[in-house]
């Protein structure tokens, strides 16, 4: 496990922790924590990064970029958007995608584990397990994995899964969970710039996401005024967890609630 930046001498009292697949991913999803945190003495923020992120795309001026060059590329712009977000740590675990994927694999639930036990957050967040990311999903699969294996009383008062590859608005108004990332507006953007690696090719994720969150608040009451004006959806993985209920049948409940409110309205109304 290597800790690439930090802040702090060491990782006591972390208040929230993101455990994100790619460099960008905890800047796109998880803003809502990181602007909670960044100028709370009472609240500390850690992202964690599962992945090593020699497979990203690559146009432009990294057109040309080795594998290994773009991992160092990636590490550097992580490293610079820990300090932009004033994160206590970031930590770059330097999994192939490939080993995070591989369900057999218990190395990656091994080591989150243990940085688990040693950090012990009380708000956990990781990626939506319906997400179309793969390698997202693995990720959240593996972080999911490694919260149970911890005793009951040390884990997460709180895990989130937040929206990337997939947005979470699908979701039953009563079941989301819902972040509010309206504060410090220059902060958002330039945490999601800072990947320069990422935007310069034509992939505007800052736009996006930023374009995402105002889009949440707007849309998700369709009777009633904003109670702020940019959000991230998330939905609660706790139940799954303490309930030890498997991924597949947990996400498939919410799935099928989905399909029954679609369904119940279309039928009121034909």
């Not at 080993?99 to 957050?121: F, R, S």
Request: with cysteine.
């Amino acid at each position: 496990m290597d800790i690439f930046y930090t802040n702090e001498k060491n990782l006591d009292n972390i208040s929230d922790m993101c455990i994100a697949a790619h460099q960008d991913d905890i800047e796109i999803m998880a803003y809502g924590p990181i602007s909670e945190c960044y100028d709370n003495k009472n609240r500390a923020f850690v992202g964690v990064v599962v992945t090593d992120g020699a497979g990203s795309p690559r146009t432009g001026e990294y057109a040309d970029f080795t594998n290994e060059q773009m991992m160092e590329v990636r590490i550097m712009e992580q490293q610079k958007a820990a300090e932009i977000g004033r994160y206590r740590a970031a930590i770059q675990l330097g999994f192939p995608s490939s080993a995070v994927k591989d369900g057999k694999n218990n190395e990656p639930v091994d080591e989150i584990y243990e940085l688990l036990m040693k950090v012990q957050p009380e708000n956990l967040y990781t990626h939506n397990i319906a997400d179309k990311h793969e390698t997202h999903v693995a990720v959240a699969l593996r972080t999911i994995a490694a919260v149970k294996k911890m005793p009951k009383e040390l884990r997460p008062k709180r895990f989130v899964a937040l929206e990337v590859w997939r947005a979470l608005d699908w979701l039953p108004d009563s079941d989301k969970i819902c972040l509010d990332t309206t504060k410090y507006p220059e902060v958002a953007r330039e945490l999601l710039t800072v990947h320069r690696s990422q935007v310069v090719g034509g992939k505007r994720y800052d736009n996006a996401a930023i374009g995402r969150r105002f889009a949440n608040a707007t849309f998700f009451a369709s009777h009633d005024t904003d109670d702020c004006n940019s959000m991230n959806f998330g939905l609660d993985l706790m139940p799954m967890v303490d309930g030890d209920i498997e991924p597949l049948a947990y996400i498939n409940g919410y799935i099928d609630k989905f399909k029954t409110e679609v369904s119940s309205t279309i039928e009121r109304l034909v």
